[in-house]
């Protein structure tokens, strides 16, 4: 019986999520001028309820003193309070509200997140397309860089130099960039390196196009959609790498809130059957998925295949 | 001292009661009664029993510590993982009993000169090690000689430095010290210095043998080890348990999780966030002791601004201890008083008042030290003591309203002891406290002691510190002692908020004496012994 | 096939390489730690005086290139030293741990590679059904929970007081086979669950990616089961980078699941290099790092030689 209430409420989540898609979508094209709104009318309605998640979480993010309606930081009953009118998610291990926290979370998670992806895509991408371009000893040495780097498991090597440096968000920031853009780097090369065989490439070498035009004009936009894709999931394994060192003792400096402290610092509670820890940690789910969605979405468009 | 009305606490509460009468007289100290201490021997529980001990079963235990870096070196003991098997494995020559008196042990008596500093130990006849050795006062001497000496590298160096000489006359052992020690025997019982045979003089440090009531069947560092009963143990009866199975579960969830689903019988350090949860479980008992662990926030009193003590009168009137005992401690403990020793101890200050939570003299002491506000960083890491980050959190929240800027510095937990404490003006420390107030104070307090965490020097504390460790009256030790509570509650460079309960939990197939002890974790670390199953 | 063996030797070599380099850096970052071994085994205990006493007695007291020369020319005779803290040999530390970490990586493997080809061919087959899309946002769901949570939601739902399973994998004497099939489900699953999407999703990828290809479009057209046309015709040709994939994640059941080990406590090389790295313990740390490197440095060599060995054109030379 329980397992066939389970399915009822998955189904009807399921529904409700994509009739909010749907209604999202037309929404969206309404007000869309022509040519965005073409686009639109190709998304399917997993997409454009990865679309309506995504604006959600802008909104959370931006407007979060204005949407949450107790402050960060400050204690404001006994801890872990019961869902009720005043709290509407009850309060946490400190007696902070518990919804208030996860609005303010949205703005540091996503934001660093954010930063820390694209930095490491700046860094890992531009040194692979330039790897793969140029070749020869350049290639030789950033690849046995990599390779390096590699070697040295990613989380206790972040473990390192977060120790040495210091756990401030900028380094924090800066030591998952740098072991993510490693990462990156093998991806850009291996699409890149299919790529420079490619006739047309040869063409613009032959007409004497600079290095970056090639990069930036032949390659990088053939070579965007597995980047994007890789993108898509990076983007949410920053949450996990900073949940995970913050079960190594590292981690956000309090009293800041983001969403991989706060699955740590309420995990213990699932062992009893609460489930407070799976709202940060759906929080996180949520927008995985829906980043993901519409990475998919754009992939498909890209890859040219009609159906 | 304050206790809630908490249904958690209530037992936490009975022993706290039941330790306020602990201690030990000075003649009992001076002179360990033979007698008394067979008594002692027999039922080292304590009266009267719930029900007669049963003998038999495998106790397995699930321990929050314990580093594949352990080694067997009792110099380098300082985990809670090692100290158990410590006492598991060992004997000791005194023993802290449940009451928190102190015991003979291995040591049938003990006699000091006037002065108290030359200690005559009387070694107890036909003790078997596990490999058949029998113990002789060499051992005693041996071991007590491998934390001894220029070359020595074992943490317990400092506690033993005082000894000049160790002379063995049959089975007495004769300890002379640098400056005389009412407390030396309390010394003796440090779970650094457990009696090891002696081969040539020396021992082997890294022997496996012992003569306490469990030998060693196998022992993989950071992970767990298994002990047998000893056969042969001198304390008629003891242990019940066959065996004990000690298993290293660092996880808190993981912990919990192996009690509930019985997989442990008994874990020693339970989640404070969700030990109202465990504690609905059918068949977990808690088990809470508060003895003379206690956290705190030590100041570098050399630094400004905590060179100025109204700066640190204003802090410590900043911080709502009693949000920090129910939040942090989830009403596990009781409230400290900015000094380190313990409502239960011998010569604890009953008069001293109990600072509350004061916005307004937090800023009546600022505006005294010339400020109008404040603005000072604090380096945590759990590290410190569990739960210090979010302490860190409470603390700044409540200073605000004092005009107080607490800005809370997340310090990484590895190396937190070489690289903060003590080093960063600022900083959070735990303690498990000492036996006796002087070995407390000398060790942490006074000036020039190698973990005097607040650089803090004060004339007339120091004297007094030195004048009651050998004063015969009483009365005057009282006196002296109450007096320098006051002065380190308030002139010290410590805030201390809270003491904390010892936490565990168990499965009710146990059964544990009337009395638990609260010097240490797992009633005093002895549980191996002290406990049976039902 | 002659270039394939040169192709080895040559990666071998660069292999040892890489791992001189990973030992530099290693030595290196754990001797920039704040702190050395002396005072972080003693500890709050600590006083200048052992701490001084304990250098000298293991050497430590000596400049740090001549430590490291000294550990290098142990290692080059097979020699990987004792352990700082408790004198154990470290090869005989990591023999033992060495075995443990393996099993489960080679059991979660054993669940997680055959499920994440088949979920993607499937999702391939099916693309932009209701199954791709629930697939695809389940496996995203589960690796967007932090590894330890997965655990505990396992544990919670499947190890209780009656639980189908226990909730520590640890064993003091060795298990038989089945036994440990049956204590290390849990974290085997939880492993499983992490891995699971990422290949799934490449698998997937790699496959679309090539139906648009003219051959493909041919087979089609020519009326072949839609099945078929992907096993027999786009898999063979989509092998080199799900290899790939699945050679990065079979490298992280190796060397990147502390996390799960401390859960279920379960004693694998991961805790053993958080522990020895917490102490500065670094002969231990140093080995241990040289096999992490040495599993990553195989496992990638292995997913070359595998994804060259898949292409006709390459195994022929041009």
Known sequence: MGFLTGLFWLAATIIVALGAGWVFRQAAIAISPKGVAKELRTAPLTASFGMLMILLYIIAAVFAPVIAPFPETQVVGSEYQVWDDVHLLGTDNLGRDMLSRLIYAARNTVGIAFVTTALAFILGSVLGLLAATVGGWLDQVLSRAVDVLMAIPALIFALLLLTIIGTSIINMILVIALIDSTRVFRLARAVAMNIVVMDYVEAAKLRGEGLWRLITREILPNAMAPLVAEFGLRFCFVFLTISALSFLGLGIQPPTADWGSMVKDNATLISFGDITPLLPAGAIALLTVSVNFVVDWQLHRASGLKE | MENRENPEQVEDRENDMTITKAGPSRRGVLKGATALGAAALVTPFGTPLRAAPKAGGTLRVGMAHGSTTDAMDPGTWEADFMIFQAHTRNNYLTEIAPDGSLIPELAEGWEASPDAKVWTFNIRGGVMFHSGHKLVGEDVKASIEHHMGEESTSAAKPIVADITDIAVDGMNVIFTLANGNADFPFVLSDYHLPILPAKDGKIDPNTTDGCGPFKIASMEFGVGASYVKHDGYWKEGLPYFDGIEQIVIHDDAARQNALISGEVDYIDTADLNTVALLKRSPGIEILAVTGTQHYGLPMDTRAAPFSDNNVRQALKYGINRQQLVDTILNGFGSLGNDHPIGPGQRFFNTELEQKAYDPDKAKFYLKEAGMSSLDVDIHLADAAFAGAMDAGVLYSESASSGGINLNVVREPNDGYWSNVWMQKPFVGTYWGGRPTEDWMFATAYSEGAAWNETYWSHERFNELLVSARSELNEETRREMYWEMQDIVANQGGIIIPMFAAYVGAYSDALAKPEQVASNWRNDGHRIGERWWFA | ?318
């Open chain 3, 1 to 318: 096939m002659s270039h394939i063996w040169s192709m080895i030797l040559q990666r071998l070599a660069l292999g040892l390489l890489t791992l001189f380099i990973v030992s530099l850096i290693i030595f290196g970052a754990t001797e920039l730690l704040p702190g050395d071994f002396a005072q972080e085994i003693l500890g709050q205990s600590a006083t200048p005086e052992t701490v001084k006493a304990l250098r000298e007695k293991l050497g430590l007291d000596q400049p740090m290139h001549i430590r490291y020369l000294g550990w290098l020319a142990d290692i080059l005779r097979g020699d990987f030293g004792e352990s700082l803290a408790n004198g154990q040999p470290v090869a005989d530390l990591i023999g033992k741990r060495l075995g443990n970490t393996l099993s489960l990586a080679i059991y979660a493997a054993a669940i997680a590679v055959p499920l994440s080809l088949a979920l993607g061919i499937l999702a391939a087959l099916f693309r932009n059904s209701f199954f791709d899309r629930f697939a695809n946002a389940s496996a995203l769901t589960s690796i967007s929970f932090p590894e330890f949570f997965v655990a505990y939601i396992l544990i919670f739902l499947m190890a209780g007081r009656d639980g189908l399973f226990p909730s520590m994998a640890s064993f003091r004497t060795d298990p038989s086979f089945t036994e440990y099939l049956y204590r290390a489900f849990l974290p085997a699953l939880t492993l499983t669950l992490v891995v699971t999407a990422h290949m799934m999703r490449m698998t997937r990828a790699a496959i679309i990616n090539l139906l648009a290809s003219p051959y493909i479009e041919m087979a089609r057209l020519k009326g072949m089961n839609p099945m078929r046309v992907i096993v027999k015709h786009a898999l063979p040709n989509a092998l080199a980078p799900i290899i790939n994939v699945v050679a990065l994640n079979l490298a992280y059941l190796i060397t990147g699941v502390v996390v799960v080990e401390v859960v279920f406590v379960y004693p694998g090389l991961g805790q053993l290099m958080v522990d020895s790295v917490a102490a500065r313990d670094m002969p231990v740390v140093q080995g241990v790092a040289l096999i992490f490197a040495a599993a990553y440095v195989l496992l990638n060599l292995t997913a070359d030689v595998l994804a060259t060995l898949s292409n006709p054109r390459l195994v022929h030379g041009r």
